[in-house]
């Protein structure tokens, strides 16, 4: 029979005959689940997000709190899902800020001192004091989580903040060595820094412990776009494509990748797909901001960044360090919109 988590981690605390304070072993029962079914879901949510499959994530975390509704990790685990789709491009924008905000006040409900659920909900706040509150807050708690060193790293990456980023994003992958989208994430970190052949390395690791992972083949495709190297960038968008976690999801980028390497036919059938797709489900405005900019349409792409926006009060996540957005960067308009979501601050 299957050893539960919180008979694990007392085993362990014995074995090394560790002095636990009650509170440090009311926080291991609080963590702990008496049902074998939820933990073994929570472990396959956690295994599908670290692969970006948020779809999988989210099936198996939300089984994994049917099994036992007061799992409070489950629910941090479904916070960071969803704040992850928030960041892409398969999911409304605006439902899963809301979704991830649900679960994550859920979990604090269930266990206040769980420093995942404290970092994701910094992601709601507005005002930076607090935010920064929050999160240290959800380090001082958790040191040792790789979510919570990994969210952090995009969070000041995104603020063009690198050497922070890269310092923490690589304590996140000594933390989570197995996972191919943090090696995937430090190498995004490293190529903004300049540090171009480290990054290529992170990517080539990635895709050591899974070759279809999606995102190592994105980033691999931007490097060469920025060499010139365009039948390779092609290649790798083209298996972007093939292995996204979302039908249809690696489409924008793959046309964004057209565009660039001259092949403009091609980029405007995908944008054609898109408009057709738009006609029966949501479609997040930034995809053809996306494919515009690669075609060198300015007013198209911040026509459609506007409207990304408007929609959402958001925009993409990254948009102020990816390198598909860099021919934007310098237009007035493009400064405008990071005012707007406080980026220049």
Not at 230 to 252: L, Q, V
């Amino acid at each position: 029979m299957l050893k539960l988590q919180g008979e694990i981690a007392q085993e362990i605390t014995d074995r090394l005959r560790l002095k636990l304070t009650s509170e440090e072993k009311q926080r291991l029962a609080k963590r702990s689940t008496d049902n074998p079914e939820a933990y073994q879901l929570y472990l396959l949510g956690r295994f599908y997000r670290n692969q970006r499959a948020n779809q999988k994530a989210i099936d198996y975390l939300e089984q994994a709190i049917k099994k036992d509704p007061n799992y409070a990790p489950a629910y941090a685990q479904l916070a960071y899902t969803y704040a992850s789709a928030s960041a892409s491009d398969w999911f409304p924008r605006k439902e899963a800020r809301e979704k991830m905000e649900s679960a994550a006040r859920r979990a604090l409900e269930l266990d206040d001192t769980l420093g995942d659920a404290h970092f994701v909900l910094a992601f709601t706040i507005d005002d930076r004091s607090a935010k920064d509150k929050e999160i240290q807050r959800a380090l001082e708690l958790d040191p040792n989580s790789a979510d919570v060193h990994a969210f952090y790293a995009r969070g000041l990456w995104a603020s063009r903040r690198f050497d922070e980023a890269i310092l923490h994003m690589k304590r996140a992958v000594e933390l989570d060595p197995l996972s191919p989208a943090l090696h995937t994430d430090l190498g995004k970190i490293l190529y903004s820094a300049g540090q171009h052949d480290q990054a290529m390395e992170q990517y080539r690791k990635a895709l050591e412990l899974n070759p279809n992972y999606f995102g190592a083949h994105h980033h691999l495709a931007n490097s060469y776009l920025a060499e010139g190297r365009y039948e390779e960038a092609i290649a790798e968008a083209e298996k972007m494509s093939a292995n996204a976690t979302s039908e249809g999801s690696g489409r924008p980028f793959l046309g964004y990748t057209y565009a660039v390497a001259g092949k403009r036919a091609e980029a405007e059938k995908i944008l054609a797909e898109l408009k057709e797709r738009s006609k029966q489900r949501h479609v997040n405005p930034a995809e053809f901001a996306l494919i515009y900019t690669g075609l060198c349409d300015k007013d198209r792409a911040f026509e459609f960044l506007q409207k990304e926006y408007e929609e959402n009060q958001r925009l993409p996540t990254l948009i102020n360090v990816l390198p598909e957005w860099d021919s934007l960067r310098s237009d007035p308009r493009f400064t405008d919109l990071l005012r707007r979501m406080k980026f220049t601050e």
